[in-house]
T-cell receptor
Framework: EAQVTQNPRYLITVTGKKLTVTCSQN?????MSWYRQDPGLGLRQIYY???????DKGDVPEGYKVSRKEKRNFPLILESPSPNQTSLYFC????????????FGQGTRLTVV | GENVEQHPSTLSVQEGDSAVIKCTYS??????FPWYKQELGKGPQLIID?????GEKKDQRIAVTLNKTAKHFSLHITETQPEDSAVYFC?????????FGGGTRVLVKP
C-alpha cells in the first residue's frame, strides 16, 4: 500500500530536549516536504527536498533541521524545541516537484512544555 | 511570496444543499491549484486540482473553477452528504512552493 509513515504520532517533550520526527515513503518519490498546521493558518511549509542530498527552506524553517540521505526518508529534527513549536506536523511526498502533493502522512502532534 | 486567503472559515449546510468555498491568491506565477480534504485525526487528502490553462474541472459531486484574471478559484460541492463534513484547504503552487489557505470547516447537517 502506498503510504507516508510518520513517527511518533504523539509526542510531549520539554524545552531544549532534542527530538527527531521520522518520515518514510514507499513510493520512490523524489519530492518530500514538512508542514506544520496551526489553527487558522493552514499548513505552512517548513522544509522540502527535491531529491537525495537536496533540501531547501520553506516558509517557516527557523528552529528546524532536515536531512535527506536516502530517497525514502526525510526526518525532521528539532535541536532545541521551544513552546512555540507546539503544533501538528505533516510529512508529504510527491513523484516530482510542481505542486501536486497527493500523499500526506497521518501527522505528529507535538507538545513542548 | 504567495498569499492565499480562504473564505469562509466555517460553513454549515443542510444535507443535500450545495457548499462553496472561495480562495484568492496573490502571485500571478502560480499555475496549479489543488484542494485537500482533512478528516479528523488524518492528514490532508487531495480531492481535486486544476491547472492554470483550464477554467473548470468536475469530478462527480465536486467541481473547481479558476479565474486567473481575478486570481481566485472556488470549490463547489453539490448534493452534500454527512461524509462531506471535514476541513477543506485550498492551495496555490508556483514552481516548488505550495502555499495553503487557512482552511474551511464544513459541517453537513442531516
Amino acid at each position: 500500500e502506498a503510504q507516508v509513515t510518520q513517527n511518533p504520532r504523539y509526542l510531549i517533550t520539554v524545552t531544549g530536549k532534542k527530538l527527531t520526527v521520522t518520515c518514510s515513503q514507499n513510493m520512490n518519490h523524489e519530492y518530500m516536504s514538512w508542514y506544520r498546521q496551526d489553527p487558522g493558518l493552514g499548513l505552512r511549509q517548513i522544509y522540502y527536498s527535491m531529491n537525495v542530498e537536496v533540501t531547501d527552506k520553506g516558509d517557516v524553517p527557523e528552529g528546524y533541521k532536515v536531512s535527506r540521505k536516502e530517497k525514502r526518508n526525510f526526518p525532521l529534527i528539532l535541536e532545541s524545541p521551544s513552546p512555540n513549536q507546539t503544533s501538528l506536523y505533516f510529512c508529504a511526498s510527491s513523484l516530482r516537484t510542481g505542486g501536486r502533493i497527493a500523499f500526506f502522512g497521518q501527522g505528529t502532534r507535538l507538545t513542548v512544555v | 511570496g504567495e498569499n492565499v486567503e480562504q473564505h469562509p472559515s466555517t460553513l454549515s449546510v443542510q444535507e443535500g444543499d450545495s457548499a462553496v468555498i472561495k480562495c484568492t491568491y496573490s502571485d500571478s506565477a502560480s499555475n496549479y491549484f489543488p484542494w485537500y480534504k482533512q478528516e479528523l485525526g488524518k492528514g490532508p487528502q487531495l480531492i481535486i486540482d486544476i491547472r492554470s490553462n483550464v477554467g473548470e474541472k468536475k469530478d462527480q459531486r465536486i467541481a473547481v473553477t479558476l479565474n486567473k484574471t481575478a486570481k481566485h478559484f472556488s470549490l463547489h460541492i453539490t448534493e452534500t452528504q454527512p461524509e462531506d463534513s471535514a476541513v477543506y484547504f485550498c492551495a496555490a503552487a508556483a514552481g516548488n512552493k505550495l502555499t495553503f489557505g487557512g482552511g474551511t470547516r464544513v459541517l453537513v447537517k442531516p
